[in-house]
């Protein structure tokens, strides 16, 4: 092949990786963007305490301290993380129709914890491949991203109305559907390396078990951990009970959802020029700046607002969610050699995602429940320790890899 024709060649490739990561990403939100908001809602249709509503859907998060690493362990390994996320998602897909068989809080929590073993190792997995893309084919991970982000907003605003038209059993028929969109699209995903194509974008070196050892007793990447994850975590509140905090403070459905998407928009938007944004402000100063936004979202919504603030409010959650996240990626991938990165991933989805955010989520039914909408105070202060943390974090880290390649 002639060079021009091995350029366009590679240009169809890697429009091909980022239209199916990218309708990947748009699957997963779907779920996300009906489970955060209506989840916690049909928990509580189905009669379970503020308390246990925060047992039921911080269990998951536990579950991923455990598994996911070593389940992302396991997709460096083989090099075919296509075939792992088909595995997971079609086991999370039959595991939420079980909820439809669930009376009561143990059998509910139980439920959970089983579709937990498949779901939360999907998005570390996906974050490995398309940080893959961007290092070798230099794609925009927030381009690619920021799909999610749109389907999310489209599914906060169809669940409100959902909601609003048939009630809190519409909440888990929406999850299932959403489940089987992400089975179908993990089919779409690029072929590993000898089965196609797409090969090169999904290469892999391997990993070694004595890499994943030396990255967990690396003293920086555990300082990453705790700032990162703090930020994640001070939105525990917001995610339990967000929805029904609103509620009882008389907002409808429809106003409820829009507030849930006005956040996600201002996500987009950053997600858009992502590129440019990490290269002006650098990746720990991201997480900083998420930790920032934090501690004034978080005590601005304590005093429950008027609409009026509290929709410019919203807009924070660019920073407080968008920024921390694209610093954290972005963090492994230049801190991370490419054969560790999904362990890396897995790593910061079980210890900052899983165990900062599902020990937050499981205060946060007591907290609410003794303090209503003043329980997000308490995620300001997370915020706070989160700033400090990536004080140390920008202090310490000069750029370096945190495990020498060899």
Avoid at 165 to 172: D, I, K, R, T, V
Wanted: net charge positive.
């Amino acid at each position: 092949m002639n060079p021009v024709g091995k350029k366009q060649a590679q240009e169809r490739v890697g429009r091909g990786f980022a239209a199916r990561l990218s309708l990947f990403y748009g699957a997963i939100f779907l779920l996300i963007g009906f489970h955060l908001p209506y989840f916690p809602v049909w928990l509580e249709w189905r009669g379970l305490s503020p308390a246990e509503i925060g047992i039921v859907l911080s269990a998951p998060l536990a579950v991923r301290v455990f598994f996911t690493p070593v389940i992302s362990f396991a997709a460096d390994r083989s090099g075919d993380r296509r075939g792992v996320l088909i595995v997971l998602a079609w086991g999370a897909f039959c595991a939420l129709w079980l909820f439809t068989l669930a009376d009561g809080f143990l059998a509910i929590l139980a439920i959970a914890i089983l579709a937990a073993l498949f779901w939360t190792s999907i998005m570390p997995v996906t974050e490995a491949i398309a940080m893959e893309g961007v290092r070798r084919s230099g794609h925009d991970y927030g381009r690619m991203r920021l799909w999610g982000s749109l389907t999310f907003i489209a599914a906060s605003f169809a669940g409100g109305i959902a909601l609003q038209a048939w009630g809190a059993p519409a909440a888990l028929w929406l999850m299932i559907a959403a489940t089987g969109s992400i089975a179908v699209a993990a089919h779409l995903l690029p072929l590993p390396v000898g089965k196609g194509r797409l090969r090169e974008a999904t290469a892999l070196p391997q990993i070694r078990v004595k890499d994943a050892v030396s990255l967990v007793r690396s003293p920086l990447f555990l300082l990453f951990l705790a700032a990162a994850g703090l930020a994640q975590a001070a939105h525990a509140v917001y995610y339990v009970f967000g929805t029904i905090h609103w509620q009882a403070l008389g907002i409808p459905p429809g106003v409820i959802g829009s507030l849930w998407a006005v956040g996600v928009i201002a996500e987009i938007l950053l997600f858009m020029f992502s590129g440019r944004v990490v290269a002006a402000l650098g990746t720990v100063n991201l997480i900083a700046l998420a930790g920032f936004a934090g501690i004034v979202r978080w005590t601005v919504t304590a005093f429950s607002p008027p609409l009026i603030v509290l929709f410019p409010v919203q807009i924070l959650h660019a920073l407080t969610f968008g920024a921390a996240h694209l610093g954290a990626v972005h963090f492994i991938s230049q801190a991370i050699p490419e054969k560790a990165s999904g362990t890396a991933q897995g790593l910061y989805a079980a210890c900052a995602v899983g165990g900062a955010m599902g020990a937050a989520i499981l205060a946060s039914g007591p907290l609410y429940e003794a303090l209503g909408g003043y329980a997000y105070l308490a995620m300001a202060a997370l915020s706070l320790v989160s700033l400090v943390c990536t004080g140390l974090l920008a202090r310490r880290w000069q750029g370096r890899k945190l495990i020498v390649e060899r």
